[in-house]
């Protein structure tokens, strides 16, 4: 091989393509799933963080949210203003906001989390309750190994860990 050339038949053997490939999959569905309730992924992502984490400050939301600073400010000025979520000063810090889901918000994110859990379980309706069992543990062993050779853990969402309260009218 010369200096600069890429084997690129061997790019799509690799196994981060392939992972790559089935999340870009699955946050296609979950957009296009998402836009009927008028969310983005993010934006949800930002209301399921919230209603497992109340009380996050835009700092901690975007460690979790895995974006930027800059990014999640966008995103909690867009979700205030839809009246989703409200920004509460600090008990602790002057400087530091609290975030926390409004009724409204609630009731929108039980509609989106029914709409994005339809796609998941679109996936999952493919594999055997063992493969999917199997397919969860390789990948959870697949965040472990990468953590640990980084030196970083990423923090994980239990849907199982949410008390939903329930939605006006239900």
């Known amino acids: 091989m010369e200096w600069g050339e890429l084997p690129l038949a061997a790019a799509v053997s690799r196994l981060g393509h392939s992972i790559k490939r ?29 209603a497992e984490s109340p009380g996050l400050s835009g700092a901690q939301l975007a460690r979790r949210c895995m974006v930027t600073p800059q990014s999640m400010a966008s995103l909690l000025l ?39 859990l339809a796609v998941e379980q679109r996936l999952a309706a493919v594999f055997t309750p063992a493969e999917s069992e199997e397919f ?18 990423a923090p994980s969402a239990s849907p199982a860990a949410l008390h939903w309260p329930q939605a006006a009218g239900q």
């Open 136 to 153: 969860r543990s390789l990948l959870e062993r697949t965040v472990a190994i990468l953590d640990d050779e980084t030196g970083r853990s």
């Open 22 to 50: 089935a999340e870009q999959a699955l946050i296609r569905e979950k957009t296009r799933a998402l836009r009927d309730v008028g969310l983005s992924v993010p934006q949800y992502t930002v209301l399921f963080t919230l």
């Open 78 to 116: 867009t979700l205030e203003a839809k009246g989703l979520i409200v920004r509460e000063q600090s008990d602790v810090h002057a400087k530091v906001f609290q975030c926390r889901l409004t009724q409204s918000g609630w009731v929108l994110l039980h509609r989106a989390d029914a709409v994005a």
